[in-house]
């Protein structure tokens, strides 16, 4: 599936942890009791990572370490944003720098955290 479509959402992370102990902590997420919706997630290492341009701001995030790739295609988009609002609210709260790319970015916290001064950022 994920050969042949593009995600539904990309979140762009800047944690210092392996995309083992990463994806364990997302997937910790995306299949709690309480969320509300599932999702197939796929971690990769940015090829683009780069030490100083990460933390420019606002364009960085796209030299963070990694990016998520979430596919969904079985959830509504309200069900999408859902998940993807509360996996931002908590890897913010862990002081993670995140950025979600979607198209339904007006749904999310921060918008994603695009170009917003309110959510963690990588220096």
């Known amino acids: 599936m994920t050969d042949l479509r593009s995600p539904d959402c ?4 800047d944690a210092e942890m392996s995309e083992t102990e990463l994806l364990g902590l997302v997937m ?3 299949f709690a009791p309480e969320a509300s919706a599932r999702a197939e997630v796929v971690v990769v290492k940015n090829e683009d990572y780069d ?3 990460r933390a420019q701001f606002p364009h960085g995030f796209l ?3 990694y990016y998520i790739d ?3 295609p079985e959830e509504s988009r309200k ?3 859902k998940l993807v609002s509360a996996l931002l609210q908590e890897l913010w709260d ?3 720098p995140t950025v979600a790319a979607s198209p339904f970015e007006d749904l999310l916290p921060e918008r994603g955290g695009y170009k917003s001064r309110a959510i963690p950022w990588a220096y």
């Open 70 to 72: 979430l596919y969904m």
């Open 63 to 65: 030299y963070f370490r």
């Open 28 to 30: 910790q997420m995306v």
């Open 10 to 13: 990309r979140l762009y992370v």
């Open 79 to 81: 069900a999408q944003a």
């Open 94 to 96: 862990m002081g993670i």
């Open 51 to 53: 030490t100083r341009r």
